[in-house]
């Protein structure tokens, strides 16, 4: 399990599923960093975990889909499935643009 | 000879037997070992039973261990579902012989942003194989996954490595999928599960339900490709395959009275044939209960088990009815030689009742099975699939040699030996009750339409229903037919009077014979006396005649001695003496 804290009160809980080192999940890795960095200030938390070593953590986050990033915190939990390369459908599934944002545009 | 078919046994696709009752029958041996197996049909058609039922067996009886994947129902629901079905389900979970998993896939949750595989899927999945070994695999149903994911291309071209990996890990495996409008599934699973596909049913017809099994494929495999009615209690499972019952069955020779000693002397004196088929058909009233219980009650007599089937009456009320004519079924029900079997015949669809026929004869293990009457599922279904209902009952008596007495109800517009569902080729034996008309009367007569096998009466009798039970008597035959009824007894008084007048014509002729054989015999002796007395004198005077003769000759010789004739004339008279002595 890959852990990174970035700050000790994070109000953003997120987990990041993927199965080794794949360029999807890479890309995904890559890709979440900067969304957060850019939005979240630095109070956020994100777990890397990885389903190739530790496949009985899938059923518990309900996982079918790889690379899945889950926002355990704030709640309700949401799913983002992909490579998280669709900044503003990431920052819609986050809670941080209204679901109709896109639409709007 | 023995080494080809060795050869072809062993050439053939391996299976992994269901213990699917009767499903392994039509597949010849279960679903093709470690391969994926589409199982497609409506709502409510038993797909997800039918899996679970698959894992079961396997875990219990084939030590082959499972895994469910549920896409729908949670592992809770899915636990209390089937535990009716007598699948303890959590048991199986704690010896390691099933996994449980449920995939939940909310739309509202997900969001999709760019590329993503199901590798998740393929790891969940093979996680929980890999943790007890497991041979089978159930996806359930995987189409789900369809509602949940909107990006069909990424989809599809993960389904297909899906099967593809099931089939590389070797595990046989159950997709279901619902049934689509003009696909055998709606999101086109046939597409990547080709192998084999199953295909449920659930039709409701005449508003009964039945439900149907077909193998619409099976590669590298024989298989049955009819519909097959299957059923689901709570047992499980089971399919009925029509055509796997031959016409093997060991016929026996023995006899059973019918209860009723003049029907038993219509055939051939010694009754029906053991484990044979008997209809009795007839119109309203005429007393086809009648005969069918007092099979019953001979049978109890007998130590035998009967189990009778109603569909019209109660219990009870057959007790008492049959109380009214003599028949005491009630300390046989006490003894627990007869069992009585009420449903109503549209409580469920044919499949149910000839699963429930199937199940109590099982359990009960009688010597002589009556249905009365079989004909009230005619109103409830088409008369193919009764005939083919009827067939597998009489298909199944016969093979556990158990004697089946049918009734049937005909109606008086329909012809009588036609209209019996067309099921008169599967019996053995039919007797018809019919009802007579004549002369202001309705009377009952019965005769023997057919009886395989024996030579039976050709007699239409007529048939009473008496306080001690059902009586036959012989039908006249009279000028405008047969005569029964109050007709019969008035020719019967007219015949018996016929017949005194006879006896008494005959004495009459008897007596007048023996006064002329007494007047002649007087007649013969009186002129056999009078011939006698006339014989003695006629004698008598012979006898003077005689006499006198003599006396002349002596007369003669005296004279001719006193005149010294010669010797020689004297010898000469002396000879002829002796000649004429």
């Known amino acids: ?105 | 000879m023995k080494k080809i078919e060795h050869e072809i046994i062993k050439r053939q696709l391996p299976k992994s037997a269901t213990g699917i009752q009767g499903f392994d029958e039509i597949t010849g041996g279960g679903l093709p070992k470690g391969r994926p197996i589409l199982v497609c049909g409506g709502a409510g058609c038993g797909k997800t039973l039918f899996a679970i039922e698959f894992l079961v067996r396997g875990a219990t009886e084939f030590n082959e261990p499972g895994v469910f994947m549920s896409f729908e129902e949670t592992n809770d629901e899915l636990i209390a579902n089937v535990i009716s079905l007598g699948f303890d389900l959590e048991d199986l979970i704690k010896r390691k012989k099933l996994v449980l998993d449920h995939v939940h896939i909310e739309r509202s949750e997900i969001e999709e942003t760019g590329e993503y595989d199901l590798e998740a899927l393929f790891i969940r999945l093979g996680y929980a194989i890999d943790s007890i070994g497991a041979k089978r695999v159930v996806l359930d149903t995987i189409e789900s996954l369809f509602a949940g994911l909107p990006n069909q291309l990424i989809l599809r071209a993960e389904l297909r490595r899906l099967f593809r990996w099931l089939k590389d890990k070797g595990v046989t495996a159950i997709i279901t999928g619902e049934r689509g409008d003009s696909k055998l599934t709606r999101q086109g699973l046939e597409e990547y599960v080709s192998d084999c596909v199953i295909m449920l049913d659930h039709r409701v017809n005449e508003q009964t339900s039945t439900r149907r099994l077909r193998i619409v494929k099976y590669r590298g495999s024989i298989h049955g490709t009819n519909e097959y009615p299957f059923l689901i209690d709570e047992n499980g499972f089971s399919v009925l395959p029509v055509t796997s019952l031959g016409l093997k069955h060991v016929v026996s020779n023995e006899r059973v009275s019918s209860g009723i000693t003049a029907l038993d002397n219509m055939l051939e004196g010694k009754g029906y044939y053991r484990g044979s088929t008997i209809l009795v058909s007839g119109t309203a009233g005429v007393g086809k209960t009648s005969i069918a219980a007092h099979f019953a009650e001979a049978a109890c007599k007998r130590g035998e088990r009967v189990l009778y089937f109603c569909f019209e009456e109660s219990p009870n009320q057959m007790i008492r009815n049959m109380l009214s004519i003599g028949i005491e079924l009630e300390k046989w029900v006490k003894k627990g030689l007869l069992q009585f079997h009420a449903t109503r015949p549209t409580l469920y669809g044919l499949e149910m009742h000839l699963a429930v026929t199937h199940k109590a004869v099982n359990a009960f293990k009688p010597d002589i099975v009556i249905l009365d009457p079989i004909n009230t599922f005619v109103i409830s279904d088409k008369e193919v699939e009764i005939k083919a209902m009827l067939m597998r009952i009489v298909d199944f008596l016969k093979a556990s040699q158990i004697t089946a007495l049918f009734t049937s109800l005909t109606s008086s517009e329909s012809s009588l030996e036609s209209s019996e569902a067309g099921i008169s080729s599967l019996i053995d034996t039919w007797i018809l009750l019919r009802d007579i008309e004549l002369s202001g009367e309705r009377n009952r007569g019965m005769y023997v339409l057919k009886s395989r096998g024996m030579a039976n009466s050709n007699q239409i009798r007529e048939f009473l229903l008496t306080d001690h039970g059902v009586e036959l008597r012989e039908a006249y035959i009279g000028l405008e037919g047969v005569l029964t009824g109050s007709a019969r007894i008035a020719q019967e008084a007219k015949e018996s009077a016929e017949l005194l007048i006879r006896k008494r014509d005959i004495e009459r002729k008897k007596r007048e014979i023996e006064q002329k054989r007494n007047a002649l015999e007087a007649q013969i002796s009186a002129l056999h006396f009078e011939f006698e007395s006339e014989e003695s004198e006629a004698i008598k005077m012979i006898e003077i005649e005689q006499d006198q003769i003599k006396r002349l000759k002596k007369d003669k010789v005296q004279m001719a001695e006193s005149r010294h004739v010669n010797s020689d004339f004297i010898d000469n008279i002396n000879l002829k003496k002796k000649n004429n002595l």
């Open chain 1, 1 to 105: 399990m890959i852990k990174k804290k970035e700050n000790s009160a994070d109000s953003w809980v997120l987990r990041l599923y993927v199965a080794g080192q794949t360029p999807k999940a890479l890309t995904a890795f890559t890709n979440l960093k900067k969304i957060c960095e850019e939005q979240l200030n630095g109070e956020y938390s994100i777990e890397v975990i990885d389903l190739l070593r530790n496949p009985q953590l899938g059923a518990d986050d309900q996982i079918f889909a790889l690379p899945t990033l889950v926002r355990k915190l704030p709640v309700p939990v949401r799913k983002i499935i992909g490579d998280l390369s669709n900044t503003e459908r990431v920052l819609v599934g986050l809670d941080l643009l209204p679901a109709n944002y896109i639409e709007i545009k």
